[in-house]
């Protein structure tokens, strides 16, 4: 079974940065298509943040470019994704939500982890 791990929130000043990591277990990256991070404000849909192709192509939000980077580290049968966010801003708040889209399969969801920025 595919298990999501997500940590990293926490309470930050605005400029200040934060990683988040995502550890996926229970499959190996060959299963995978893409892995991204996602958030959902108060009252605001969820949006993608960021993508990454397990071939390596990334994809980031317009409102991130320049400032967050999406990663991965591979072990056997166990991917990490992290998510570096740098000169936060008050507007990134929210719940930050990490996904997996195996191939063939439903994509999977994290449980999520608060991002405050707040001076």
């Known amino acids: 079974q595919v298990r999501l791990v997500e940590s990293g929130g926490g309470l930050v000043q605005p400029g200040g940065s934060l990683r988040l990591s995502c550890a996926a277990s229970?499959?190996?990256?060959?299963?995978?298509?893409?892995m991204g991070w996602y958030r959902q404000a108060p009252g605001k849909e969820r949006e993608l943040v960021a993508e990454l192709r397990m071939i390596g192509s990334t994809n980031y939000a317009d409102s991130v470019k320049g400032r967050f980077t999406i990663s991965r580290e591979v072990a056997t049968n166990a991917v990490t994704l992290y998510l570096q966010m740098n000169s936060l801003k008050t507007e990134d708040t929210a719940v930050y939500y990490c996904?997996?889209?195996?191939?063939?399969?439903?994509?999977?969801w994290g449980q999520g982890t608060l991002v405050s920025v707040s001076s």
């Open positions: 996904n997996l889209k195996p191939v063939g399969y439903n994509e999977i």
């Open positions: 229970g499959i190996s990256f060959l299963s995978i298509n893409t």
